[in-house]
């Protein structure tokens, strides 16, 4: 049997945490909104990060297949990557002005990705949902939303659903919802409030927490394109999680139609912080009389990542790489849990996964099982889609498949009546 984790030192410091940080560790990194179930499973804090690795504060050592979230893309600490950030901080990094390297990056936007006519800069995910919702709007004239039900967009309160802390009847008054992949009840909604939707926005594909993620049906984008350019709707999709995991060009592309408005972050500085939206001409001058910006926002070390990183991932044809390791690893994982009497159900695309045991509806038998290969330093979270990155091996694999071999024994042996009901 391989040695399990102790988190001694992390358990420590996080209770010092709750002192003084409120839920100690907050939002999607914390052991709450993180899913990290059971919390006595998981390490709380990093102490290093490296390639495909990161070790927790009690000097365990992890394959992070959540790569902070997803901006872990190349690879942490990637040498190139960190190189040109060295080089651009001992010119400076905040200014007055900014330094041409923001120049640099959007024409390096707009020569790699396949809808961009410009690209605008921020620092998350959701400074540039929110500012599409605001390009849409000042571009139509209209202030009504449709969102698809499930979808996640950032924290601002247009994101929120009623009923959820702080959240006022009127941040949410102009959203209208729909079910993923349902294009009749799409048009149907642009029917009864026709000349007031200015936007329809979207995942490319289908990634919630908790339930099997779905890619989109065959002609559904196209026909959602033509029905936005029919009725004078932006069409704006949230590439945040997905941009450059699933095509260099945008998942747009990958999926074969044309967004008017495309929000990228996470993997675009592989852990450097910066977020970019990117458009067509129609709506550049929509987006420039907007006022939206921030003190950070024009940074020069993250572009500095952004372009190491992007020219990084073309020249490995890094969505290729990490969906060709993605296949690799969960071909092999369903095949150990097959061996084991398991059944795991994978869905989405193999760069960014979906998984869970569909051996029992209550989630319980995925969460042992995941907690066991967090204990032998295998990291996955419960109920989030994973992610690939372009650091992950073979050997990285197969140690994967060891441990998950492993973890399956020891949840068959604590439950044997759920396998042999």
Request: aromatic share 12%; glycine share 8%.
């Amino acid at each position: 049997m391989m040695k399990t984790n102790q988190y001694g030192l992390s358990e420590q410091t996080f209770a010092r945490a709750l002192k003084v940080i409120p839920a100690g560790v907050y939002g999607h990194l914390g052991p709450s909104g993180g899913c990290a179930i059971p919390a006595s499973a998981y390490p709380k804090y990093v102490s290093k990060a490296k390639g495909a690795y990161f070790w927790d504060l009690d000097g365990n050592r992890y394959i992070d297949y959540m790569c902070a979230y997803g901006p872990n893309v190349l690879g942490y600490c990637d040498p190139d990557v960190d190189g040109a950030v060295s080089t651009q901080l001992a010119l400076g990094d905040c200014a007055t002005l900014p330094f041409s390297n923001m120049v640099d990056m959007a024409e390096l936007l707009v020569d790699t990705v396949a809808m961009a006519d410009w690209a605008f800069f921020a620092k998350n995910g959701g400074d540039v949902t929110s500012l599409a919702l605001m390009a849409a709007k000042a571009a139509t004239g209209r202030k009504k939303t449709i969102l698809v039900k499930g979808n996640y967009h950032g924290v601002a309160p247009w994101t929120h659903k009623m009923g959820a802390p702080g959240i006022t009847p009127e941040d949410v008054a102009n959203n209208l919802y729909v079910e993923w992949n349902n294009f009749a009840q799409l048009k149907a909604l642009v029917e009864q409030h026709k000349g007031e939707i200015a936007c329809f926005m979207s995942t490319p594909y289908w990634h919630p927490a908790f339930v099997d993620n779905q890619l989109p049906a065959p002609d559904y984008w196209q026909k959602v394109r033509k029905l936005c350019t029919d009725n004078g709707i932006v069409l704006a999709i949230d590439d945040v999680r997905c941009g450059f995991r699933l095509d260099i060009k945008g998942s747009d592309h990958h999926y074969g139609f044309k967004a008017d408005l495309m929000c990228f972050c996470k993997a675009l500085g592989n852990g450097y912080n910066f977020s970019a939206l990117c458009g067509i001409d129609a709506l550049k001058d929509a987006v420039a009389n907007v006022f939206y910006t921030g003190s950070y926002w024009l940074s020069a070390a993250p572009f500095a990542a952004g372009l190491a990183t992007i020219n990084k991932l073309k020249k490995l044809a890094g969505a290729e790489l990490m969906n060709r390791q993605g296949s690799k690893l969960t071909h092999g994982l369903q095949e150990v849990a097959e061996h084991h009497g398991f059944k795991l159900q994978i869905s989405g695309e193999p760069a960014m996964w979906f998984m869970r045991i569909s051996n029992d509806d209550n989630l319980v038998l995925h969460q042992q099982w995941v907690a066991e290969c967090v204990k032998r330093g295998v990291f996955f979270t419960n109920h989030h889609n994973l992610f690939m990155n372009c650091a992950i091996s073979d050997d990285d694999i197969n140690f994967t498949l060891d441990v998950a071999a492993e973890a399956f024994s020891v949840v068959a042996h604590n439950n044997p009546a759920s396998l042999n009901p």
